[in-house]
């Protein structure tokens, strides 16, 4: 079955969310962009991207492709989506670096889940021949 797609999507899901992660809980301190993402918890966004990171590499290493984990999956990336949205239009205190750093991982992100929609959709239609 092709799940090449899907698996490249949620790997680059992976890599971006341990990259963040390790920037946000190195920096953290000494970067105030990336608490202004992580509504001043920048060392708790870090581990929280740890753990989501660690369950997105479990369903492709154990090739978990089914709707709750691939769905679950896509709400989380979702849901961030729509807080840093909510984030940018109402929060007056964030910095332009604030801004951008906010405003560039929600474009990552919604593209993470675009495609992981469709190589899932793909997935279930070849799945289903």
């Not at 079955?1 to 949620?10: I, Y």
């Not at 105030?32 to 929280?48: C, E, K």
């Amino acid at each position: 079955m092709n799940t090449h797609l899907l698996r490249k999507a949620l790997s680059a899901n992976i890599i971006f969310s341990t990259f963040s992660a390790i920037l946000s809980i190195l920096f953290y301190k000494a970067w105030p962009p990336i608490n202004q993402m992580a509504s001043g918890n920048g060392l708790i966004f870090g581990i929280q991207l740890l753990i989501f990171a660690g369950f997105i590499l479990f369903v492709v290493v154990k090739q978990k492709f089914t709707g709750p984990f691939i769905y679950s999956i896509i709400v989380l990336d979702i849901l961030y989506v729509l807080g840093s949205t909510i984030r940018l239009l109402m929060d007056k205190s964030l910095t332009i670096e604030g801004y951008l750093l906010v405003g560039l991982s929600s474009a990552i992100v919604s593209t993470f889940a675009v495609l992981q929609w469709q190589g899932y959709r793909l997935f279930k239609a070849e799945k289903s021949k």
